[in-house]
């Protein structure tokens, strides 16, 4: 039986000042627009926390450090492979804080996000970052319905 799969790695990382305030970012992005946190492609021969970390940098300007690993978001879509996003959350960081290409990035604070316009589904993607006891979504269609499984 062959086991492989073709797979799209990303990465997603909540930012936290140790004062209640996470980074957020407004993506410039018509398909999945929204606030969300900072993250994207891992890529070839590159390892996920080099990644997190230089997507982190490229979208706001920040180096982060004492990453922890939080959880796994993952789906599959017919014909393409699964997709899947490695969730980070980081306390230590160095540098200002910049926007770029792919969105404006700001401090806001963690109680307040549910308030806010999330990207599609970034709701319940924040219990990966914040419930130690949950550690995957995985995301499955059932007679052409997304349905989620938080696990």
């Known amino acids: 039986m062959n086991r492989y799969e073709k797979t799209v790695f990303t990465n997603m990382c909540m930012i936290c000042d140790g004062n209640g305030n996470v980074v957020v970012q407004e993506r410039n992005s018509d398909f999945w627009p929204g606030i969300a946190f900072p993250g994207g492609h891992v890529e070839k021969g590159e390892s996920f926390t080099d990644a997190v970390v230089r997507e982190v940098r490229e979208e706001t300007g920040l180096t982060v450090s004492g990453l922890h690993l939080c959880g796994v978001r993952n789906w599959t879509e017919k014909g393409k492979g699964r997709y899947v996003v490695l969730v980070y ?54 007679n052409g319905k997304w349905i989620e499984i938080i696990k």
């Open 89 to 142: 959350r980081a306390d230590r960081y160095e540098g200002d804080l910049a926007s770029s290409d792919e969105g404006k990035v700001y401090w806001a604070p963690i109680d307040k996000l549910a308030d806010m316009p999330l990207a599609f589904r970034m709701e319940s993607m924040l219990r990966l970052f914040l419930d130690d006891t949950v550690t995957e979504s995985f995301i499955v269609e059932e």
